[in-house]
Nanobody
Framework: QVQLVESGGGLVQPGGSLRLSCAASGSIFSINAMGWYRQAPGKQRELVAGITSTGKTNYSDSVKGRFTISRDNAKNTGYLQMNSLKPDDTAVYYC???????????????WGQGTQVTVSS
């Protein structure tokens, strides 16, 4: 069994910062790519940022220069540092990860339950 648990969401004023965490637990052999997505009310879920197992990152244009994705492989944890937050960043943020449970198993994609981020004055 593998679980992803996000934390760190909340209410913040425009221009503020938040740091989201995504902790993977359970039977894990290796974690490949990790990513953060978000879904605002009435909109489709969109990719915010991704990071490979070797640390290569990519960002959506809307967050480039403001958000930073990182990971701690020893802790099986991913992070999303969000700075200069705007009201348009308000959404439920989800992490996902491509995980091998054993050396011989295939790679499966797991999702967290989501954490609410609200940017408002």
């Amino acid at each position: 069994q593998v679980q992803l648990v996000e934390s760190g969401g909340g209410l913040v004023q425009p221009g503020g910062s938040l740091r989201l965490s995504c902790a993977a637990s359970g039977s894990i052999f290796s974690i490949n790519a990790m990513g953060w997505y978000r879904q605002a009310p009435g909109k489709q879920r969109e990719l915010v940022a991704g990071i490979t197992s070797t640390g290569k990152t990519n960002y959506s244009d809307s967050v480039k220069g403001r958000f930073t994705i990182s990971r701690d492989n020893a802790k099986n944890t991913g992070y999303l540092q969000m700075n200069s937050l705007k009201p348009d960043d308000t959404a439920v943020y989800y992490c996902n990860a491509d995980i091998d449970r054993t050396y011989y198993s295939g790679t499966l994609t797991y999702w967290g339950q989501g954490t609410q981020v609200t940017v408002s004055s």
